[in-house]
């Protein structure tokens, strides 16, 4: 599986973006999508994820409310809404995917075997 993310750029404190992640080759029954992101000068840190079959969807405390995970099965893409964004929102954003991976690992990134190229978000204040 090969991932290709997108729509990163800056935006105003408030604004809204939406980033994607294609997803080329076959995915199984569990496949799930991540997104995953690194501030600068700090570790990468889990975001959200969803599971293509079914739509099972989950977030990081820091994002819920504001950031929307989806994804597009026919399209084999995800997508991640991000809405009231904030200047501590800034960070490279990194889609993962895993075929495996059980719920209780979906915020480590250890679980994910696919990773996209990361995708910079800039908030300005």
């Known amino acids: 599986v090969q991932l290709q993310a997108s729509g990163g750029g800056l935006v105003q404190t408030g604004g809204s973006l939406r980033i994607s992640c294609a997803a080329s080759?076959?995915?199984?029954?569990?496949?799930?999508m991540a997104w995953f992101r690194q501030i600068q000068g700090k570790e990468r840190e889990f975001v959200a994820a969803?599971?293509?079959?079914?739509?099972?969807?989950d977030y990081a405390r820091s994002v819920k409310g504001r950031f929307t995970i989806s994804r597009d099965n026919a399209r084999n893409t995800g997508y991640l809404q991000m809405d009231s964004l904030r200047p501590e929102d800034t960070a490279i954003y990194y889609c993962?995917?895993?075929?495996?991976?059980?719920?209780?690992?979906?915020?480590?990134?250890?679980?994910?075997?696919?990773w996209g190229q990361g995708t910079q978000v800039t908030v300005s204040s």
């Open positions: 993962a995917a895993s075929q495996t991976v059980i719920h209780s690992n979906w915020a480590s990134q250890n679980a994910y075997a696919y």
């Open positions: 969803i599971m293509f079959n079914g739509g099972n969807t």
């Open positions: 080759g076959r995915t199984s029954s569990r496949f799930v």
